[in-house]
């Protein structure tokens, strides 16, 4: 249960168009963009790529074929890639960064938003008063303690 509300609130953060939160995103991302690009590419996938089999993964990529319209004499021809290994380590960058820019701004939130005043318990009712007839009884036991 707290995973789906941590999941909740990661995806309200995305999705609200608060310009603080878009300011705050903004420095906090420049600042720690080099910081996670040399995490990525140095320290998470070089053990990723070792366990699929000693992939480098900036190394990914599709060759599309010569075309043969293109080729001019004398000029070598070079192949267009596209390089979707290079695709998914930015996309791993950004969402590093993406997550830390969510954690400190949550952080910050609880720091700043006061903590609502629980309602004090309203004291409880008085107790109602005794029928006539649990007055009576309790005259009539009276009288028979003092006989």
């Known amino acids: 249960m707290a995973k789906s509300t941590f999941l909740q609130d990661f995806k309200a953060f995305a999705m609200k168009g608060n310009v603080v939160d878009m300011a705050v995103g903004v420095i906090i991302g420049g600042a ?41 004499e004398g000029v070598e021809a070079v192949p267009v890639t596209i390089n979707y290994g290079n695709f998914l380590q930015t996309t791993f960058d950004f969402l590093i960064i993406a997550f830390c820019i969510f954690l400190m701004v949550k952080g910050i939130t609880k720091l700043t938003t006061k903590k609502k005043e629980e309602p004090k318990p309203a004291t409880p009712p008085a107790p109602p008063a005794p029928s006539a007839e649990e007055k009576l009884l309790t005259e009539i036991r009276d009288l028979l303690k003092n006989k």
Request: hydrophobic share 50%; proline share 10%.
């Open 32 to 72: 720690f963009g080099k910081i996670v690009t040399s995490v990525v590419n140095d320290i998470i996938m070089p053990p990723i790529g070792w366990i699929i089999g000693g992939v480098n993964f900036k190394d990914l990529k599709l060759e599309l074929p010569i075309n043969p319209i293109s080729v001019k």
